[in-house]
Structure formats: C-alpha cells, structure tokens
C-alpha cells in the first residue's frame, strides 16, 4: 500500500542498537534479545536487514561507544548507514538502499524511542513508506523536559499507541509485537 510504487519488499531495519546508546536503556537485554529473534528471522527469510548506526562527537565512527552491542551481529553484505541526525533517512544513502532493495515496507526496531525510532518512523511515513514498528523492540532512557520527568516506559507505549492510532493518506503505519512478525 506504500506510495512507492512497485516497491514489494520488506526490510528490518535496526535502528542505533549501540553500546552507547543502550547502555542504560529500559527493558535493555529483553529488547535487545527480541531484535537478536527478529534478525534472526529476517534471515530465515530472506527479508534484507539494514544497519544504522549513530555517530556524534561523544559517539565517534570507531568508538566502543559506537559500536553495536555485542549481542547483535551485521552479516557480510547487510546494508550499514551511518547517520547524524535522528532521522535515519535524513542526509543518509538509506532511500538509495530500499530503492536497491526494492522495500516499500520497513519493519521497525531499535533505539531511542523517543528521539531516532520516533524521527525515523516519521521519516519513513513522510517518504512514502509503510511502517511496522515492533512494538516490543525498541527502547529508550528515562528522559526530562524542565521540571517534568518522563519514564521510559511511557515514552515507549506512547509511540506504540501513536503508530497503532495514526492514520496516514495513502501509508500504512502499525505496531505490532514481535512474536507476531510474518515475513
């Protein structure tokens, strides 16, 4: 149903699941061992899985910091973006990449919630992708603005409730739990 034409394929995409910025993540070792299954399934199924990684001055291309946890592993010839933005798209190669792989569809996981796998997930809606956001596979720190302080866990289950309520002309945007993934 995506506004891409033609474009018949999904894709994972693992978005900044980096020692860094998982490190005191919420629910870090049961999400990252959900998006471990989900990689694991990609490729049972021949579904590509694209990388992206984060990169900032405290996060430098190299560091151990930017490094993807160790529990998760980027197969030769899968697909890596190194981006600066929260946006994966945004100033990146990853449309060229989903062009290449024909994906019109971009199942969703990884870290911060509420800064990179919100701006992507937007990203990807506002370019005419469908989106599935993998409801129980991403996560994020516990966050402030001014005097009020906001629980991982709420951050969380707000963007699962914005991606199961939002409607889009024309994409199709979903949240869906991992074991309920169908390739």
Not at 58 to 83: F, P, T, Y
Not at 157 to 168: D, E, F, G
């Amino acid at each position: 149903m995506s506004k891409l034409g033609g474009r018949n394929e999904t894709a994972l995409l693992v978005v900044d699941v980096q020692n860094d910025v998982v490190g005191n993540a919420w629910k870090r070792d049961e999400v990252v061992d959900r998006i471990a299954g989900l990689v694991d399934s990609a490729r049972a199924a021949d579904v590509p899985v694209v990388w992206v990684q984060h990169n900032d001055e405290e996060m430098w291309i190299g560091s151990a910091g930017w490094a993807i946890v160790d529990q998760l592993q980027r197969a030769e010839g899968e697909h890596r973006i190194d981006k600066e933005y929260g946006d994966s798209f945004a100033d990146t190669k990853l449309e060229s990449v989903f062009d290449e792989l024909n994906v019109g569809h971009i199942v969703l996981c990884g870290a911060q919630t509420d800064a990179c796998i919100t701006a992507t997930m937007y990203g990807g809606i506002i370019r005419g992708y469908d989106v599935t956001l993998v409801e129980d596979a991403h996560t994020t720190d516990d966050s402030g603005f001014g005097d009020v302080q906001l629980p991982a866990e709420v951050l969380v289950s707000h963007l699962v409730r914005t991606a199961m309520y939002a409607k889009w002309p024309g994409v199709q945007l979903t949240a869906t739990p991992a074991d309920a993934i169908a390739w």
